[in-house]
């Protein structure tokens, strides 16, 4: 492969290790230091809490090894539009694109740095009038230091990305070993929640699970991107699934499945039995960079998708200029941060957690429905090929499907709203054909 990508300008700066990491920091934020205990509720048994967790790290495997696929196949810049545009049009690219705008990546990030600020509070002992404050500056801090290219943001986003994996290895050492923890509390049953449901349990855990498609938007910014994007979203996904399973035998083995299902703060609950308020404070600092590197790979990412959208003429033409000198997508990334702040100073977490987590897994499983049309359209002539099609990218649709429907059940509110979104975009498609006459693919 050439310096540039397809799509244009873009300089293939990510090496394999860069880009192994940014699947991991897309989706390891702040979710399992802190929910897994909603997972607990559902379950009888901490044999069948971890089934859940195991299962639905196999589960975003295979949705990995079909990006994989995709990835390998459009190595460029802008990910699941791209392949919605090529595969359904430019409309399903279009709906794409504006929900992920105005809904999925601006209210993850927005979501994730009040997580941020919540716990940058705490460490720091700040009045709670600290929070929108800090909150807005996290997101103004991430978007500022990829304004200069993106190596510097990697490094960063690396730096990032390792001291998370240390405050993981941190909590599963403590837990595991200095916490006085007990074997036999790993798979030990509670008997009050024998009528648990398996299914309910998986939502909070698929949740903890989505961010891997990020790499993906990058792809023409990804060295040997043939080879590469394929090993590192294995890789990136083996390291997030044994991660997440240690930290939650941890969990068990400290408080019991019953102590788990009681925490709403379990990270922070072992810490303390090793190093009472002091664990506390360590591990809400791990929790704040953690976040802070979600949101660093959540807006670059996002940016990729809006610059790639005005250079198709399906949004503004300026947010497809790249910086001269740096070959980064500047106007993007500044209104994609701008409306995430926007976002941030108008609505609470769970609400954005809501919208956000919706969207996202509907738009991945839309995605990987793409698989099926390129292998129609081209064959299987690519470097690298999902194994078991079309079986697994199948099994993958049909339970993200079963996901989305029961979070439209539970939340009619929050996914009708995210749906109504789509449903107007249809309308701002047309007027935009109408009002700018240049050519659409």
């Known amino acids: 492969m050439s310096d540039s990508s397809p799509s244009g300008g873009y300089t293939r700066s990510l090496r394999p290790w860069d880009a ?4 991991v920091g897309g989706i390891i934020g702040g979710g399992i230091f802190l929910n897994p205990g909603i997972a607990a509720q559902r379950t009888e048994s901490g044999l069948a809490l971890l089934l859940v967790w195991v299962s639905a790290g196999v589960l975003t495997l295979i949705g990995a090894l079909c990006y994989a696929e995709l990835g390998a196949r459009r190595p460029q810049a802008g990910g699941i539009y791209v392949y919605l545009r090529e595969a359904f049009g ?10 992920m705008l105005l809904v999925i990546y601006s209210g993850s990030s927005a979501a994730v740095a009040t997580i941020f600020a919540s716990y940058a509070s705490a460490v720091f002992d700040l009045p709670a009038t600290m929070t929108l404050p800090l909150a807005v500056g996290a997101l103004i801090f991430v978007a500022g230091i990829n304004l200069f290219g993106l190596r510097l943001g990697a490094n960063v986003q690396n730096l990032f990305t390792l001291l998370k994996l ?23 049953v509670d008997a009050s929640r024998t009528h648990a449901g398996f299914m ?15 790499l993906n938007n990058l792809a023409g910014e990804v060295r040997e991107p043939q080879r590469t994007l394929p090993r590192a979203l294995l890789l990136g996904m083996l390291l997030v699934i044994i991660a997440y399973t240690l930290v939650n035998v941890a969990y068990l083995a400290v408080l019991g499945h019953d102590g788990l299902a009681a925490s709403s703060t379990p990270a922070a609950d072992v810490m303390n039995r090793v190093f009472g308020p002091l664990g506390g404070r360590l591990i809400a600092i791990g929790i704040a960079i953690s976040t802070l590197g979600f949101c660093n790979i959540t807006l670059v990412s996002g940016a990729r998708v809006l610059q790639v959208m005005g250079e198709d003429g399906l949004f503004f033409r300026s947010v497809a200029r790249l910086h001269p000198r740096h070959r980064t997508p500047n106007v993007a990334l500044l209104l994609l941060s701008g409306w995430a702040i926007a976002l941030a100073m108008s609505f609470n977490y769970g609400q ?20 099926f049309w390129y292998r129609h359209r081209e064959g299987t002539q690519t470097s690298f090929r999902v194994p078991g099609y079309p079986l697994l990218p199948l099994i993958f649709v049909g ?28 309308p701002v ?3 935009w054909r109408c009002l700018f006459s240049r050519t659409h693919p």
């Open 20 to 23: 192994a990491l940014i699947v």
């Open 200 to 214: 309910g349990a998986a939502l909070p855990v698929l949740f903890a699970y989505s961010g891997f498609t990020y």
């Open 352 to 371: 954005l957690l809501d919208y956000a987590t919706f969207g996202d897994w509907l738009a991945c499983a839309v995605g990987v429905l793409t698989l």
């Open 166 to 188: 240390l405050a993981v290895a941190a909590l599963v050492v403590c837990g595991l070993f200095l916490a006085g923890a007990h074997g036999a509390d790993v798979l030990a």
């Open 399 to 426: 339970v993200v499907a079963w996901v989305v429907t029961q979070t439209l059940l539970d939340k009619p509110l929050q996914a009708g709203i995210v749906l109504l979104i789509m449903v107007v975009g249809v």
């Open 90 to 99: 430019s409309l399903a690219g279009f709906l794409f694109g504006w929900t």
């Open 429 to 431: 498609y047309f007027a």
